[in-house]
């Protein structure tokens, strides 16, 4: 009968695996083979799920969409009011994750924000815990702007508040919304705003005149306005938050001497030969002027003082946050493509900066060096967990009248056209002689030079790790002194890989890669985050010889903290729970059910399946550390409770990212875990005491559900504890005895022959048969 159960056992086993494989065969013929289900991406889609009223106040219907760029009528009683229309439809909007971020903005016809709407984004610092309401808080305080006076020039760009930790976020959305108004505005589309703004272009009186190169000293560049500065300290800078009403900020001063230098902070358009000679030396300028497109300028940006006008944004998101260049109530921020770092200025007697940036003006900004235009310094203060105050700075620049010339009429009809035909030419010349030359480094290169250091502990810890496994033979020996690595491992891999490096695999990461494997592979959006791009390399490796085994058991902070807690409850002599392993059989499908539906629904929509995978308390418990809404918290700290009666709980029977590295893990090409013959039958304490129930009553290693924690392993080599080994043991000691003349005590004259030696085994004396025949008489 015995035999008889384990038998419908494993049939009903293999029944389940077979319909799990078919259920990802199904699932992947879909996403290959079947037409995508691709989010619609219009106006049309967006305003369908909101209401009139939402974008202007008492609109109660939209009219037919019209135009290129499409613009929906809003209607009051049938009488237009206002327009609504997509910023990506008229300006774009990336930011961290890489993909568009679409809000609705209804717009007056004089030019007024009166509502937005963020209908879609797949920011991943929103997602992983930054109240949404947050952000939306942040970008609502534009609504109410006039930006027909800003698409006029009469006023200077609104500024929003900044949410921290999503600063990069915000002010790309920000952005997209006054960008995309002011050039609605500026094409007169809109009623009462399209004299002013519909006119066409005035013609500049004066251009730059590219004949002047001569080569002048820093005194002289300043003296005559050619680099301009602007000069703070930090009582300046505390005052100017005091009377903005930000006193959490202005007690929060970068220094204690109020008279220190905030910023002193300089700025030259060298796209003019003469200031680009002085500041860069003839041969960068050369470069640089080889680089740049027809009508494309470019410009140094210089700091020393306290506060860095680069900051970290950049580095996160691409985006340079804390500076802003203006024009006409036009702006545009700098992104990493348009940076490359400069250790020093050429010219005679310039200082020594701590920073130093040469920025090329992006294309969808047309800079006019004839005209004013301004450098604004958004100084940002924090002065909670997540509250931050900001405060702009405007640095002003005209350029100086010698430089300039006025323009040849006869010349003016035949230049665009010229231009416009050699344009595509040249600009590809320009970059591939940009590329030639060693052009700015790509993000994910520049991410991956500042973190060097955690960089090289990561791939420290990959070695480490692998020399374990393959010197675990001599490890599992070494009970004591395994306990401390492995321990010591978990320790490393919760509070460094995962609380401080927030290095936390997710079932979001396969997610997101099969679809960029559907949608448009780019490894580049891969390679911008390090560490995991290192460990998912180290666990495909892993996958090959040993399975899920090395994530699962070792690298995953989440189940390094459940094993902890639960070694912790052991030592605290918290009862523990067996599952009959006919219920754990049963129970440890549901987690490649939840993969399964995940990854269908991410087929569908990958936002959607990223918000149903908060099933993974990984966001919670290692990335936010806690410091996030109740239900999440009670949520993982439910888990992490269930986890101190049944190891390892959450790891067994609902995680989605264990499911999805079982799968490709039966792929494996060495068997690491030895087994004996008596393993199963008759003995079942490898079974029995295996961590996460993964051997089977048969004997068997289901590796499917293996962490590798080796404690089979320790089991095969004890000699006190396997019952195979004690029997070895034993023999081995019975023939030493027989076979040692070391072994029997010499006889005394008289005496006789020496007793037999006496065998114990765990304090009890073993009986060793004796030969009484003397063979010498």
Known sequence: MHRTGRAVSRQVGAGARRALALLLAAFTLLALFAPQSRADESLQHFISGTRPGELIQGADAYGDITGSPPLAPLLSGGKPVGYAYLNTDFSSAVGYSGKPIRILVGIDPKGIIRGIKLVEHKEPIVLIGIPQEKVVAALNSLIGKDLGRVAA?????????????????????????VRSAVK????????????????????????VDATISEVHDWNTLVGDGSVRSLRLTVGEVTKAFADAGHPEAAARPETGNPDDRFIDLYVAPVSVPSIGRSLLGDTAFERLKKSLRPGQQAIVVAGDGAYSFKGSGYVRGGIFDRIELLQDGQGVRFRDRNHTRLGDLATKGAPHLREIALFTVPDEFSLDLSQPWELQLLVQRSYGARDKATMPFDLGYTLPDRYLKAPTPAAQPTQQPQAAASGPTAGAQAAAEAAGKGAEEPLWVKIWKLNTVKIGITV?????LTAIFFFQNWLVRRPRLFAWVRRGYLLFTLVWLGWYANAQLSVVNVLTFINSLLSGFSWEFFLTAPLIFILWAAVAGGLLFWGRGPFCGWLCPFGALQELTNNLAQ????????????LHERLWPIKYVIFLGLFGLSLYSVSLAEAYAEVEPFKTAIILKFARGWPFVVFALALLGAGLFIERFYCRYLCPLGAALAIPGRIRMFEWLK??????????????????EAIHPEGQINVNECIYCMHCQELYHDDHRCPHMIQVRLKREKFEALSSPTTRAPAKPGKGPASPPVITHKGLPVKVPVNDTNPTG
């Open 460 to 464: 420290a810890a990959l070695l480490v």
């Open 153 to 177: 020039g009469q006023e200077q760009l609104p500024q929003v508040d900044i949410v921290s930790g999503a600063t990069v976020t915000v002010l790309v959305m920000s952005d997209s919304v």
């Open 184 to 207: 609605l505005i500026r094409s007169g589309r809109l009623a009462e705003t399209g004299a002013v703004a519909g006119g066409a272009p005035v013609t500049p009186a004066k251009t």
């Open 675 to 692: 087994r004996y013959p008596e393993c199963g039958s008759p003995c079942q304490r490898c079974a029995k005491e295996c961590p996460v």
């Open 571 to 582: 030592w605290l002599k918290v009862p523990q729970v067996k599952l009959p392993f006919g």
